[in-house]
Nanobody, 123 residues
Framework: QVQLVESGGGLVQAGGSLRLSCAAS????????MGWFRQAPGKERDFVAS????????YYSDSVKGRFTISRDNAENTVYLQMNSLRPEDTAVYYC????????????????WGQGTQVTVSS
């Protein structure tokens, strides 16, 4: 029902910034809660941030709160993750996800996933 494509990943030095984008297909983007998750090699897929359909409810993991900002532009069918003060431990593949239910912080709540974009933070 929705296709998601992440972009904006890359290699940055510690302390730097990146902005990830997730472009969604279709006219129903505003009906989905959106989330960002990340997975480092050998690690579980972890929650990063999520945002409700209207943008009125936002959640962050403790590890990124104060450094990352999630936002969405429903007119552009895009969700963003602004990442500042990046640390080597932020290195991971970052995935955006869409869910038809209420916004949550758990991956099982999201039905649709993008292919991911690599973020590498050097020390």
């Amino acid at each position: 029902q929705v296709q998601l494509v992440e972009s904006g990943g890359g290699l940055v030095q510690a302390g730097g910034s990146l902005r990830l984008s997730c472009a969604a297909s279709g006219r129903t983007f505003s009906r989905y809660a959106m989330g960002w998750f990340r997975q480092a090699p050998g690690k579980e897929r972890d929650f990063v941030a999520s945002i409700s359909r209207s943008g009125g409810i936002i959640y962050y993991s403790d590890s990124v709160k104060g450094r990352f900002t999630i936002s969405r532009d429903n007119a552009e069918n895009t969700v963003y993750l602004q990442m500042n003060s990046l640390r080597p431990e932020d290195t991971a593949v970052y995935y955006c996800a869409a869910g038809t239910g209420v916004v949550t912080i758990v991956s099982v709540s999201y039905e649709y996933w993008g292919q991911g974009t690599q973020v590498t933070v050097s020390s």
